[in-house]
């Protein structure tokens, strides 16, 4: 369920990893294997972190190529100013662009996608990433992390996870709003 705290301008939205409405804000659909789960295997804030991975193996090697998306619900940003995405995320992979590449994608009608961060580049820990929604202020978005191997060598490494996923919103009138998915 959802917690809502008023303090001064500011309302928080946050997620309790007790119920599955956190999970059910976000669908899976994850090409043939199914990958993007919660863990608690690694996560950056505990306990636990969406992984695009093999839990059994801790890697993303099916023998195949393999991809997945993790997809908001329709996002409402209708009468705000601005709005921000901010999630923390460990990108383990075989290190080499083009391949096993992670994405972070906005669209407007959830069939069209802009590529709003992409990487290739494996961490040795937890990166912060901030990438501003403010020219979607005023409408309606979707917002998905896409993993994709492009191939089927080289996948037996870790993967991608993401913890800590929030949006934050200024209204008009100056009040922000804080939503919490991880």
């Known amino acids: 369920?959802?917690?809502?705290?008023?303090?001064?301008?500011?309302?928080?939205?946050?997620?309790?990893?007790?119920?599955?409405?956190?999970?059910?804000?976000?669908?899976?659909?994850?090409?043939?294997?199914?990958?993007?789960?919660?863990?608690?295997?690694?996560?950056?804030?505990?306990?636990?972190?969406?992984?695009?991975?093999?839990?059994?193996?801790?890697?993303?090697?099916?023998g195949s190529s393999n991809y997945g998306y993790l997809t908001s619900q329709e996002i409402d940003l209708t009468g705000l100013d601005n709005a921000s995405l901010e999630f923390k995320h460990c990108l383990t992979t075989e290190d080499y662009s083009p391949y096993d590449v992670a994405k972070v994608e906005i669209s407007e009608d959830g069939t069209t996608w802009v590529i709003m961060y992409q990487s290739t580049l494996s961490l040795t820990a937890w990166e912060d990433v901030l990438i501003e929604l403010s020219a979607y202020a005023g409408k309606k978005i979707f917002i998905r992390f896409y993993f994709n191997t492009l191939d089927s060598i080289y996948n037996s490494y870790e993967g991608w996870l993401i913890d800590d996923i929030k949006r934050s919103e200024e209204r008009r009138g100056g009040k922000e709003c804080r939503s919490r998915w991880s």
């Open 1 to 62: 369920f959802f917690f809502f705290k008023q303090k001064t301008a500011y309302e928080i939205k946050e997620c309790d990893w007790s119920s599955d409405v956190c999970s059910s804000d976000l669908s899976n659909t994850a090409g043939e294997n199914g990958m993007w789960h919660i863990t608690d295997y690694k996560s950056s804030s505990p306990t636990h972190a969406w992984y695009y991975g093999l839990e059994n193996t801790k890697t993303y090697n099916t």
